[in-house]
């Protein structure tokens, strides 16, 4: 009978190996993680095309007005377009619909949050008499107006200020705009959605830039 020989590894060879695995996943986990936040990205875009169209459908639909927030309680933009152009979201009671939860963005805990934001001159582009303004959008250059982007917390209306250095790179990144690797969805009133560099949009940063202006 022969005696078998059992071979071990050593403590030396045991920490190669673990070197070994910690330089491979050093390697591939920010590549994971990076395809991951771009699925994410994608999600919202996606979602966002689908809130365009219905925002799209109803400036059709009613005279080329947008649909407007009508004070600050109540008939927030979404309610217009839900239960008709939208779903109705897990929070009822009019809230915002899944389409309107980004991924990498903060949780909707609120019936009046949406991870998506209607800019002024659609949701309405100025406070008056106990109600926004409403704003005829048929003189608006579509291909260059936003009609909405991604939200800056969880607000549901956006306004110029969102492109601010603060809003796009300093808050936490689940509550700036720009939290897609530094980019932000926006959906423009000819119905393209497009994702848009930090650079890019800390350029329209005046309230008088085509990029938000529906009177050009």
Known sequence: MYNRVVSKFTLIELLVVISIIGILASILLPSL????????????????????????????????????????????????????????????????????KCPSGMELTEVWQSSIALTPGVAGSTWANGSFHQTALHQATADETAMAIDSKKNFSKSGWWYMDSASLMELPEEERVARHLDRANVTFLDGSSKSKSISFLLGVNTGTHTFWDVEQ
């Not at 009613?62 to 008939?75: L, W």
Request: hydrophobic content about 30%.
């Open 33 to 100: 993680a990076k395809a991951r936040n771009k699925t994410m990205q994608t999600v919202c875009m996606s979602n966002q095309r689908q809130v365009g169209i219905a925002v799209t459908s109803y400036i059709i639909d009613n005279n080329n007005y947008g649909p407007s927030h009508k004070d600050t309680n109540s008939t927030r933009w979404f309610d217009r377009l839900i239960p008709s152009l939208l779903p109705e979201g897990p929070l009822g009671d009019g809230g915002p619909s899944n389409v309107q």
